[in-house]
Each structure stands twice: as C-alpha cells, then as structure tokens.
C-alpha cells in the first residue's frame, strides 16, 4: 500500500473497477483495519463479494532500498501480491510503491523471462497520430546496445497490446538526428538496429519527436527515458495551470483567456498524465504495473485499465513467446 497517497487514492479506484468490469475480482494487500474503514467509508458494499483484503502489516515504504526490501520485506503489501501473480492467483499487479523495491523484489519473486538481459519499464504515451511507446523509464540507467535491442523488442509487443498495429516503427531517442550524434553505445545500437530483421528501424528521433507520431515505440536508456516523461508531464501541468490564469483588470485578455480556457480543457483532457498512468514491467514472468507515486484515484484506476490490457492479452506469455532463444 505504497505511494504518496497510500491506500486513499487506491480504494475508491478499486470500487471504481468493480463497478465498471462485473467479471473481474480484486485483492487488496496492507493493513486490514486500514483497508476495512476505507472500503466502510466509499460504500462497497456493491462490490464487496469480488473484493478481498488479505492482511499485510509490512509495508514498503519510499525511503526503502531495493537491497533492504529484499532482505527485510519478504512478507509486505508488495511482495505478497508478486507471489499471487508467481503462483497464478493474479493475473497482474498494480501498485504505486517504490520502483527500486519493486523491480528487485519482481525479478526476486517471479524471475525474468528466460533470454532477457535486464527488464524494462515502459508506457504508452499520447502522440499526434495515435500513441508511442517509451522504454526504458527509469529501470536501467547504463544500457549497452544489446540492451536497447532487446528493450525494441519487447516495446514492440508491448505496443501491439496497446494498438492492435502489427508493424510498428522504432526509433532510438538521441541528441539529434543525425548519424554521427550521440554516444558511441546509442550509435553501435543503431546499428545493431538496423541488421535486426525483426525491427522496422526509423532511425535517431530527438524529445519532441516522441509525441508527433513519427514512431510507433521509442527505445532509450532508463536516465534519457525518465527526464522525457516527466519533463512532458511537468509542461503539461503548467499549460494546465497558465490556462487558468485570467487577467481579470483587460476584457480583450479575459475573452481570449476564455476562448483559450475552452480549447485547452478539451486538449488536456486528452493528454492529461493520469489517463496514461501506469507502466509495464517488462521482461519479468507476470504483469506488473507501475503506477506513478503521486497517483490520484483517477490516475491509479487508469493503471488498473492498463493491468487488465496486459493481463487479458497475456503480455508476459507473448514476450515469453518473442524473445525466446
């Protein structure tokens, strides 16, 4: 029951999911009496056969380090929902508790997929034409060329998830776009890249890039991958904010600010970060969902969504299946 918000924003998000998808079933892993008094207090009583509180006194915490977690947190919320998708009681997991904890005790508890060499994290994100899929976001900081060919790999699946598309671009996100940028681990991928039948490769795509449609999936390492999101989401937020802001004293600024107020709510209705919350765990034997640790009930829900995408479209199966030897 991690995240700034704990279990406040992930109860009523829970209600929500029931409500919205009558063959599904929940388990809610933490501190029972917690749990009970939220679930008394957002009137599940609709739902309340299809949802189970399995009581969890430890809890990770975001101060926790992946190496404590592992060693002194085997029996928390966190770890023992990883064991019911490990011994097939869940279909997936979603949780907004900490990332280190979480990809240490995902490979600890469900192993990764045989083949791959380090996992990823990685979400659709809104783009011009349709949606493109970023990876890595955070998991892997110094990535080799062999790394972000097999991140190409499972992004692409991933996408096909998401999309239904069966060809997908790829592109590597660079400095520029231009062959001769870049590191020289970037460059020596774009050529694996390119020798790889598997990939329809696009080439080097610079920040902006990601959002106009150009790609299908973007590969990156996970420091590149993780300043990208949250740099969009920061200006995403503050255009929110400024759209906001009226000059109350001018009519001229107060009637265009209204106009603009109009388009904007439209346009941040479409983008707004909660409706893209959740990243994909990928590479590890099970569905797991990363949910930002700041997340709403609104944000937390959509992450659930995406849960349910990978859990019915079996996500770990077909990357098992793709990236077999």
Known sequence: MGGDLGP??????????????????LKLYGPAPQLQDLLREFHSTSVADRLEVVPCEQVVTQECNPVHALRRKRDSSMACALKAVADGEADAMVTSGNTGALLALSRSILGTIEGVRRPALGKSLPAEAGSCFLL???????????????????????????TGKRQLKVALLNIGAEPHKGTEEIRRAAELFESESSIDYFGFVEGHDIFTGVADVVVCDGLMGNVAMKS???VIRLMGQKAFTIERKNPFKRFFGQLAIKLLRKWRTQVEPARYNGASFLGVKGNVIKSHGGASSEAFYR??????ECAEADLAGRLSRALAP
């Open 303 to 308: 992450a659930m969504i995406t849960a349910k």
């Open 232 to 234: 969009a989401e920061g």
């Open 136 to 162: 890595d976001l955070g998991a892997n900081i110094d990535c080799s060329a062999e790394d972000l060919v097999q991140f190409a790999r499972m992004g692409v699946e991933a996408q096909r998830v998401h």
């Open 8 to 25: 406040r924003s992930v109860v009523p998000a829970c209600i929500r999911f029931l409500q919205r998808f009558p063959l599904a079933s």
